[in-house]
């Protein structure tokens, strides 16, 4: 069942729908597995134009185009388009039809890597400039870094492109939307350990405990999931040279450019290109605390995705022991001792999602920044960082974050504000707090509950 990407939906009708002299363009472009095909196939089904969906492969560009052409036949009942290998000449001949055509091909870098002389784009630049409005292309791809390439100013279709979409993984909220049944504090555990990819908690049992899912999902080395992320994503990701040692690196942290080349034994110049390559691929993001976003020290690297996090902090350093161990001794082992410390540090980073979301809404006007704040105390020669913190137009807020199984009081509420304000020289104007399930006290403090986190599916962004 299809699920949320409204916006992205009626960003994509909308541009379709546009009256233009001349044909249209979007660029769609995602990790593998986050949902693109899918999201093209609903757009497929609501279109009330003829809606041409053609996936590429990594095949000679001969067998493609045909592969294109027989696309084509099927879904316009005409045989005469398989004898077409030509772009020109099968565009002509849908133009000379009349009718109003989408035209997507995903995985487009495939289609554009095999011809002749790599030069695709300007075959397709060439046949908008002179199509009429009644066509609409979408090309969209999974090399990110390519396709983004293809909207440089020096590249063929600069300035075509009527939308250009960067399709990630679902956040916390609509994730929450494949187990609504549960309780936030569950919704956090799930969101935690599975993440924002659609192929994969499609999968999920709701009725099920996390640790369940867990077993039968992530650590069958023989279904789908674990399949697909073995061979499809991280295949991809494989391909960079370092790139195992360093996400086996970051697993459930963060760190800085040094602290991995010294982990790994590698330069940091070394360390710099391959981490940049998996930031072009948004495998890995990069982050400044907000009080300190000009001191280049202060850059720390982690993995974006929680799925991918789980995977390099419990399953890739202990694969073998799968299949000796079996799914449920394997948890107990290695991931059961510290699951509720992996859960608590992913709950950290939903509270700046949920704050995003917040000021989508327009209900939170006074927040200049979301992020994590850094504090030195030379005297004392220690320093840090709290994970969680955001900058209002009156003062910075720390907001401390506790997945509990029960009401935070307010004895730990007093504790944890007593050990922030014995930090010298902090420049911070309100302590908050976030947990999992609720408070047994009120305060004037900022407070947000798991019930609040996910009050806002009912609500609209503007």
Known sequence: ?????????????????????????????????????????????????????????????????????????????????RHIKDIHAILMALKSTGKEFVIAIDEYQYMKGAYKDGNLD???????????????????????????????????????????????????????????????????????????????????????????????????????????????LLREIFKIEMAESILLYLGNGKARNSEIASAISASSASV?????????????SSTFPINRKKDEKKNFYEISDNLLRFFYTYILPNENEIDLRGPSAFYKRFIEPSITDFIARR??????????????????????????YWYDMPKEKRNGEFDCAVKKDSGYTIIECKYLKDKMTKNI??????????????DVKEIGFASANGFDFDSSNLMISGSDLYALKDLKES
């Open 122 to 232: 300007s075959i397709f630049q060439a046949e908008i400039q002179q199509l009429p409005g009644s066509f609409t292309f979408i090309f969209a791809g999974s090399y990110i870094s390519e396709m983004k390439d293809m909207a440089e100013a020096d590249e063929p279709l600069y300035g075509r492109f009527q939308l250009m979409m960067d399709l990630k993984p679902f956040d916390y909220l609509d994730a929450a939307a494949f187990y609504e049944e549960l309780t936030p504090y569950e919704k956090i555990g799930y969101y935690a350990v599975f993440g924002g990819y659609p192929f994969a908690i499609d999968y999920l049992h709701p009725n099920k405990s996390l640790r369940w899912n867990i077993e039968n999902i992530l650590l069958d080395t023989k279904g789908y999931v674990y399949t697909s992320l073995r061979h499809a």
């Open 1 to 81: 069942m299809f699920r949320n990407r409204v916006s992205e939906i009626k960003s994509i009708e909308d541009v379709i729908s546009q009256k233009s002299q001349k044909a249209k363009a979007i660029l769609l472009y995602g990790r593998r597995r986050v949902g693109k095909s899918t999201l093209l196939e609903e757009i497929k089904r609501r279109c009330d134009k003829t809606f041409i969906y053609f996936t590429a492969t990594k095949s000679k560009y001969e067998i493609i185009i045909s592969r294109f052409a027989a696309a084509i036949a099927e879904e316009l009942g005409e045989e005469y388009y």
């Open 272 to 284: 710099s290109i391959e981490i940049k390559k998996l930031l072009n691929m948004e495998i890995v």
């Open 413 to 426: 509420a007093m504790l944890e504000e007593n050990k922030i304000r014995m930090i010298n020289g902090l």
């Open 347 to 372: 709950f950290e980073r939903i509270i700046p999602e949920y704050l995003r979301r917040l000021i989508r809404l327009g209900k939170a006007d006074d927040i200049v920044d979301i992020g994590t």
